[in-house]
């Protein structure tokens, strides 16, 4: 056997990225393996770097990448414009999701559909019965169509109402940075179902940043990362997120010193 064919195949990887803003450093190497399948969650302080993250793996213009590689399903994206990550598969559920007045949202959706997934799987029954079915798991009414893309939304609204997006695109990484905040328990539970049904039992794969461990109990990640001051200080399986909640950042950010002092 190959050294290379002792590893399964990523579904992305992400090889010793640093990256900063404005000449300021904020990721500072960080690597990350994600399988077909596999759900991962990053955690962390405010600050600490995770939107960035999520942000330069869309390809936000924003971010300089000044070292390292995001590789999805072999192939790198850096040189690709958000548009052609989205295309690849690739979706952001974003923190603080804008308005889009005058958009519908049943307009949005069906445009969305068509161009990640092409015009055929935006028309007829079967889309509309893939709509049906995906607002049904989030408990959205079908009133919401005809209303303007976020405009006037609830905090719980716009959540659930990018988590309908992501089941529609079927991505094949789905990213959602801290999709559960300001949810209620239901809320969270809800985003948790839909994201456990694009993504188990598919090739897909999800990286879901949040502070809370309480979506985690319902989504069971693989694997959680506790990012701080740019790196990943320390990776577990999903015990990490309860240590996390019982014993803070200052615990983790300590052993993982303790660590390196070895
Ligand atoms: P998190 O999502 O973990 O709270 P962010 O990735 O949003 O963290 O931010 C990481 C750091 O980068 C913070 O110190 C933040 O102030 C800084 N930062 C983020 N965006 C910008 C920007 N546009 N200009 C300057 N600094 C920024
Ligand atoms: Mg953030």
């Known amino acids: 056997m190959t050294a290379a064919s002792e590893q399964p195949d990523a579904l992305m990887e992400i090889i010793d990225l640093h990256v900063g803003i404005d000449g300021t450093s904020i990721l500072k190497g960080i690597d990350l393996r994600i399988l077909p399948g596999e759900i991962h969650a990053i955690m962390g302080r405010n600050g600490s770097g995770k939107t960035t993250a999520a942000n330069v793996i869309m390809g936000h213009p ?12 072999g192939d790198s994206l850096l040189d690709e414009d958000p548009w052609e990550r989205a295309r690849r598969g690739v979706f952001l559920s974003f923190q603080y999701p804008q308005a889009v007045p005058g958009l519908q949202v049943g307009n949005f959706l069906r445009k969305s559909v068509a161009s990640i997934r092409g015009e ?5 029954a079967q889309f509309r019965n893939e709509l049906n079915e995906a607002m049904d798991t989030l408990d959205i009414p079908r009133s919401f169509l005809s ?30 940075d801290e999709t559960d905040s300001g949810l209620d328990i239901d809320g969270i539970k809800t985003v948790a179902s839909g994201v456990n049904q694009a993504v188990r039992g598919t ?6 940043i949040t502070h809370y461990s309480r979506i985690l109990e319902h989504v069971k990640p693989d694997y959680i990362h506790v990012l701080i001051g740019g790196k990943i200080v320390a990776s577990g399986g999903p015990d990490l997120a309860t240590q996390l909640e019982e014993n803070g950042y ?11 002092a070895f």
């Open 147 to 176: 209303r303007y893309v976020n405009d006037g939304f609830s905090g719980g609204e716009k959540k659930r109402f990018e988590i309908l997006q992501m089941m529609l695109l079927q991505p094949k990484l789905a990213i959602l």
């Open 62 to 73: 924003d971010y300089e990448v000044e070292q390292g590689s995001v590789i999805l399903n």
């Open 120 to 124: 055929e799987a935006a028309k007829g």
């Open 250 to 260: 200052d615990w983790v950010e300590k052993a993982a010193a303790a660590k390196e």
């Open 203 to 208: 090739d897909s794969g999800a990286l879901i």
